[in-house]
Nanobody, 122 residues
Framework: QVQLVESGGGLVQAGGSLRLSCAAS????????MGWFRQAPGKEREFVTYISWSGISTYYADSVKGRFTISRDNAKNTVYLQMNSLKPEDTAVYYCAAGLQASATTQTYDYWGQGTQVTVSS
């Protein structure tokens, strides 16, 4: 069992930066691939990025490539999402997720956090 808690969301102006954190409970955090997804009002949850259990492999949605960076610290049971050059269209609730396989699909992930709101004003 893994419990995930996101933090770091907030209100930021376009062009600004935020860093999201996702703290995980459980001693098996290092065994899980971690993903970030987001959901805007009235839209489906969409993939943002993932990182493999080792941290060696990462993958990004085209919409965030070059602006967002995912990283993890297995010693701290935490995964991060550094978001730079934020745009109003990045406004959404951001969720972290844990699964045994890194994937861009929601169905692959077994555990989800409660989400943190990111709002980017123009």
């Amino acid at each position: 069992q893994v419990q995930l808690v996101e933090s770091g969301g907030g209100l930021v102006q376009a062009g600004g930066s935020l860093r999201l954190s996702c703290a995980a409970s459980g001693r098996t955090f290092g065994s899980y691939a971690m993903g970030w997804f987001r959901q805007a009002p009235g839209k489906e949850r969409e993939f943002v990025t993932y990182i493999s259990w080792s941290g060696i492999s990462t993958y990004y949605a085209d919409s965030v490539k070059g602006r967002f960076t995912i990283s993890r610290d297995n010693a701290k049971n935490t995964v991060y999402l550094q978001m730079n050059s934020l745009k109003p269209e990045d406004t959404a609730v951001y969720y972290c997720a844990a699964g045994l396989q890194a994937s861009a699909t929601t169905q692959t992930y077994d555990y989800w956090g409660q989400g943190t709101q990111v709002t980017v004003s123009s």
